[in-house]
């Protein structure tokens, strides 16, 4: 899988992110998985772990790990079911920041339960180690909100935003569909670099059907890997 993504063309790699099974599995053995794709990928792609946690002192932890292990960076979400407060959440990041390790703040309500709001994320852009935000608050308006406030890179975190949130500044998309069909992100982002706006739309719009359909299901990846043949 790892080489295949790499073959394909990709940009970058997040082992145990939202899409897969990072919640299914023990932190050694999360851990494992990151340790492997860091070993399989060899410096040719940046590696952005995923090591988001239900606590502060268990997301410190592992993006110490994660460190320790190679990893790029790593892709943190706001603590699940606490509801934290925007002080609180802004804490949360400020620690994790301090193990030294690049953080992409991954700001998700729809997951986390609580966004963060864009002046926290502004605030949070001052600490040393906050380094991107993977936004997937489902609002253009929201990452617009933030790069008015701040010079912090961000990345769409939802493939049905892909091009009009790049189209107004962010830097990318980390993507659910290109899990499975790589080049088929890849032919928005790549048109968005060179200018070419309408090679991106007709890319963003065939991606829209199969998105959903991998969206419906639960865990998304394994499942509609199992129903399909690629």
Same mark, same amino acid.
């Given at each position: 899988m790892v080489e295949w993504q790499i073959q394909e063309g990709i940009d970058g790699l997040v082992p145990m992110g939202s899409t897969g099974e990072n919640t299914l599995v023990s932190d050694e053995e999360r851990l494992q998985v990151i340790k492997t794709v860091i070993k399989t990928v060899n410096? @040719?792609?940046? +590696? =952005? $772990?995923?090591?988001?946690?239900? %606590?502060?002192?268990?997301a410190v932890q592992l993006a110490r790990? $994660?460190? /320790?292990?190679? $990893?790029d960076a790593c892709l943190? =979400? $706001?603590?699940?079911?606490?509801? &934290?407060s925007q002080r609180g959440l802004y804490e949360h990041f400020r620690r994790v920041a301090? +193990?030294? !390790?690049?953080?992409?703040?991954y700001d998700n309500p729809g997951r986390a339960g609580?966004? !963060?709001? #864009?002046?926290?994320? &502004? /605030?949070l852009a001052k600490v040393p180690g906050i380094a991107a935000l993977k936004d997937a608050t489902d609002s253009v308006t929201h990452a617009?909100? *933030?790069?008015?406030?701040?010079?912090? #890179?961000?990345?769409c975190g939802a493939d049905n935003l892909a091009l009009p949130m790049m189209a107004c500044g962010a830097v990318g998309v980390m993507s659910i569909l290109s899990n +499975? +069909? #790589? %080049? @088929? *992100?890849?032919a928005i982002t790549k048109a968005m670099e060179k200018g070419d706006i309408a090679a991106a739309r007709k890319a963003h719009q065939a991606n829209v059907s199969p998105k959903d359909e991998i969206s419906s299901i639960v865990p &998304?990846?394994?499942?509609?890997?199992?129903?399909?043949?690629w």
């Open positions: 410096g @040719r792609v940046p +590696v =952005i $772990a995923g090591t988001g946690s239900l %606590s502060t002192d268990g790990e $994660a460190k /320790e292990l190679g $990893a943190v =979400i $706001a603590p699940p079911y606490v509801c &934290a301090s +193990v030294g !390790l690049p953080v992409m703040i609580v966004s !963060l709001e #864009p002046q926290t994320i &502004a /605030e617009v909100d *933030v790069m008015a406030l701040c010079d912090l #890179p961000v990345v +499975v +069909v #790589p %080049s @088929r *992100v890849l &998304a990846l394994i499942c509609f890997s199992c129903r399909f043949s």
